[in-house]
């Protein structure tokens, strides 16, 4: 399963992208998550539909100082998925 979100909230300058970095490894995703221009939080994730759900119920419940106001789920073609790597961060330094 391949998903693309955008997390709406207080997500930037809140730790926000190493959270979802590190729930995503841990549940074994493939992709990324990056700021946007607009002060959301971009995620394109793939892998198993349990593991999608698990992600999805992580960003809701946000890392600590941030505050998860809405998600925008659209579930993507598996194609899109295929050349994801291990989850990392964009744009970080």
């Known amino acids: 399963m391949v ?14 992208r190493w959270f979802v970095q ?8 493939r992709g990324w998550v990056r700021n946007t221009l607009d002060g959301d939080v ?5 892998g198993s539909e349990e593991q999608i759900r ?3 119920a992580a960003l809701a419940r946000g890392s600590r100082g941030s505050r998860v106001d809405a998600i925008e ?21």
């Open 3 to 16: 998903c693309h979100y955008i997390v709406k909230g207080r997500v930037q300058g809140v730790g926000f």
């Open 73 to 93: 789920q659209r579930h993507r073609p598996e194609a899109e998925g295929e050349s994801l790597q291990a989850f990392e961060i964009e744009g970080a330094w």
């Open 54 to 56: 698990k992600l999805h």
């Open 22 to 29: 590190r729930e995503a490894y841990e549940l074994g995703l």
């Open 42 to 46: 971009e995620v394109f994730a793939a």
